[in-house]
């Protein structure tokens, strides 16, 4: 489909409509939101010192403590009868974070979800069978209203029962499949061991977000399934999926639809805006939103924004996939790592099954890593050689090797049917 005016408008025209909509954001929480109103006194901020998004630096950063510390509704900006709907973060590390929307917020939830599927190559007219959680999580319901808005079909399966979704895609003929990147990895085993060719199910392109997904799985999971691997990408404190997503004519960089979030990168240790084109960490801020509006989130995700119109026409920024967390950051005897990273250098090499876990332990008060990595199914070489060169590659890219690296076979390592994978397990805590 072609973009819509807004999505390749023109940037002074974007600015001028972001530096309205900025405004009428922090008038609005300054004063329907305490906790903002207080932190804008005691920096000796009002609203009227914010004219534009130039001076957005001035305001303050919102972290998810701040959300933890405001549980549950302390930063709603609406009263509880504008409420129309309350989602919440997983709130694997403590209470969710609870999030909340006005008619209007869903309205807009919509539209940039059906932008975001749109720009993924997905049609009016078409079938979406959505593989994301429905409830509190948001990306089920969040996909689930963008369809509609699009003019598809949706058929809201929800998270699991994968032999299902397997007979539900094939039966329907479904167009697109909307899921996490492992749950995609996941659907190709199961439909091999149903007796199905991965690669002659229905669908064409596969909608992943919820984790971060590197370049050697997206090619893993349109290699495995025949599709185009398109990204999504949004979090529940913002408003959930659809804050950005990538297009199907480039694939290169997810689309941040500007005209409801404003993006800045920034230096996570400092918090300081970084040069254009360097990576960071993303800080969001939303301009349109009632019930909940944010000012400033750091989202702990760490990416580049790339400015420069895109093959597709549209001129909103570009975020680049998310190479990894800010807060997931690994040390390990003094070095810094990005399970990310090794990832990256691991799942290139031929042998290597996209499936991988990390073990953190202590031995004698020093840290220690355990690197466990699975292989291929029909792995035609030696593991030994395997061990050789994935020791190697993790020397020569990153200047670390684990203190011990396992190799299993195909199918050893735990899969995941619902939620995120887990990849890390750090047993020093």
Not at 99 to 107: A, G, N, P
Not at 198 to 218: H, K, N, Q, V, Y
Not at 369 to 393: G, N, V, W, Y
Request: aromatic fraction near 6%; include cysteine; charged fraction near 30%.
């Amino acid at each position: 489909m072609e973009p819509k005016p807004v999505e390749a408008s023109d940037r002074e025209e974007l600015r001028e409509l972001q530096s309205e909509r900025l405004r009428e954001t922090v008038a609005h929480a300054y004063e329907n939101v305490p906790f903002y109103r207080e932190t804008l006194d005691e920096m000796g901020l009002s609203p009227d010192d914010i004219d534009g998004v130039e001076d957005i630096t001035k305001l303050p950063m919102t972290r998810k403590e701040d959300f933890r510390d405001e549980y549950p509704d302390g930063l709603f900006a609406v009263d509880d009868e504008e409420v129309a709907r309350i989602h919440a973060s997983s709130g694997t590390t403590g209470k969710p974070k609870i999030v909340s929307y006005t008619d209007d917020d869903l309205d807009v939830w919509s539209e940039v979800v059906a932008r975001s599927l749109a720009a993924s190559g997905a049609e009016e007219g078409g079938t979406v069978q959505n593989a994301y959680g429905y409830g509190l999580f948001t990306g089920g319901l969040g996909l689930h209203y963008g369809v509609e808005e699009l003019g598809a079909t949706v058929i809201p399966v929800g998270s699991g029962g994968t032999q299902r979704q397997v007979e539900l895609m094939t039966d329907l003929e479904s167009d697109v499949f909307t899921c996490t990147p492992s749950y995609a990895l996941y659907l190709a085993e199961t439909a091999e061991e149903m007796g199905y060719d991965p690669r002659e199910l229905p669908i064409s392109t596969i909608i992943f977000g919820a984790e971060p997904c590197t370049d050697p799985m997206r090619e893993e999971i349109e290699e495995r399934l025949d599709v185009d691997g398109i990204d999504i990408y949004g979090l529940s404190e913002i408003i959930g999926p659809g804050v950005s997503c990538e297009c199907h004519e480039a694939q290169n960089g997810l689309h941040i639809w500007e005209d409801h979030f404003y993006p800045e990168v920034v230096d996570p240790r400092t918090g300081e805006p970084v040069e254009e084109g360097e990576e960071g960490e993303l800080v969001l801020t939303t301009l349109t939103k009632e019930a909940l509006p944010v000012l400033r989130y750091r989202t702990g995700d760490l990416t580049t924004l790339n400015y420069e119109e895109c093959e597709c026409g549209r001129t909103m920024v570009r975020m680049d996939n998310v190479t990894g967390r800010a807060d997931d950051l690994l040390i390990v005897r003094g070095v810094n790592l990005y399970p990310s990273e090794i990832e990256h250098v691991v799942l290139d090499i031929d042998g290597v099954a996209p499936h991988y876990r990390i073990d953190l332990d202590k031995e004698n008060n020093l840290d220690v890593m355990e690197l466990t990595i699975e292989c291929e199914e029909d792995l035609d070489r030696s593991k030994q050689s395997l061990e050789k060169e994935i020791a190697e590659r993790l020397s020569n890219v990153l200047q670390f090797t684990p203190d011990e690296l396992n190799l299993v076979d195909h199918g050893e390592i735990g899969r995941s049917e619902v939620g995120k994978v887990q990849r890390v397990y750090d047993h020093r805590n």
